[in-house]
């Protein structure tokens, strides 16, 4: 199959090489041209403008970083006019209302429009294990399943459009509530001169344990937050789209709104393009950045 990708940054890259390697001919636009410049080396063209990536496919995926970025470069008068006849799969993290929004415009411009968000980071790109949640019409999900499978094995469709998009934006809420949490407890163990592993080895026996907490734990010992496998700004984007879309059902999420000050802080500290496991820092500075 020919499908246009739209955004090839941390994880839409890998993405779009698990499409190339599971045989379809892919076509590449990233805004910063750079960055894929290499990408034809392994048979992935490589488009000099968003509509012309469009054109290439029947079916085109967005893996752009918001809402913003899909209507500067999909729903472009050039992105616009190439949308008639077409699919397009939008799999990256915004709201729900969002969603719904840019489906009415795709469908009034001719083309048809369901969602895919997945939850994973490279690593599972690469393995081709990401977690596909799927928002759109049973027939739909009928006839793209075999796609998303090259991303992850078990596709599941959620509901309607937006239904999948606030899904993911609940599981990203407890992406940034873990790191917070476990942030803290971590230094607090260091201050009270525990051990490390004899907290671990306590913690990975109870049902308090998360699998993230042993993945992030190398990171915030060793305070090395480069090469990110997600990055803080995306983090606090995705906890903003969380928080608004919790107020407007009537939550009180000021539990998430603390750890939101934290992902904020350490963007203003410039900590915005490493991994989002750099909030630890904010949470239990090191000896030479306190007082």
């Known amino acids: 199959m020919q499908i246009g990708f739209l955004g090839a940054g941390l994880l839409g890259r890998p ?10 001919r892919v076509t590449v636009y990233n805004r910063t041209q750079s960055k894929v410049a290499d990408l034809p080396n392994v048979g992935i063209a490589v488009a000099a403008q968003p509509e012309e990536a469009i054109r290439a496919g029947a079916c085109v995926i967005l893996m752009l970083a918001d ?15 190439e949308l008639k006849g077409r699919t397009v ?12 929004a840019i489906q009415q415009e795709v469908q ?6 369901l969602e895919a968000p997945v939850l994973g980071s490279i690593a599972e790109a690469k393995a ?4 596909v949640m799927v928002g759109g019409a049973e027939a739909q999900f009928t006839r793209w399943a075999g796609l998303l499978k090259s991303f992850g094995p078990e596709p599941r469709l959620i509901g309607p459009v937006g239904k999948a998009a606030a899904l993911k934006l ?9 790191i917070a949490a476990f942030s803290l407890s971590v230094g607090l163990v260091q201050r009270e001169g525990i051990a490390v592993d004899t907290f671990m080895g306590i913690l990975k026996q109870s049902a308090l344990f998360a699998p993230a907490f042993e993945k992030k734990l ?39 709104s603390g750890v939101r000050q934290l992902l904020q802080q350490a963007v203003d500290r410039g900590l915005a ?4 496991s750099a909030v630890h820092s904010l949470v239990n500075p090191s000896n030479e950045n306190k007082g």
């Open 15 to 24: 993405m779009a090489e698990r499409l190339q390697a599971a045989g379809h």
């Open 67 to 81: 809402a913003g970025a899909i209507r500067n470069v999909l729903l472009s008068l050039a992105g616009k006019a």
């Open 89 to 100: 799969i939008q799999m990256g993290t915004i709201g729900p209302q969002e969603s719904r």
């Open 108 to 113: 009034a411009a001719g083309g048809d429009y």
């Open 128 to 131: 081709q294990k990401l977690m």
């Open 170 to 178: 609940v599981l990203n809420q407890l992406i940034a509530a873990e």
């Open 218 to 256: 190398p990171r915030l010992l060793a305070r090395d937050y480069a090469i990110p496998n997600f990055s803080t700004k995306n983090l606090l984007k995705d906890l903003d789209l969380f928080l608004d879309e919790a107020k407007g059902l009537g939550l009180n999420p000021d539990c998430a």
């Open 273 to 276: 393009d490493v991994d989002y």
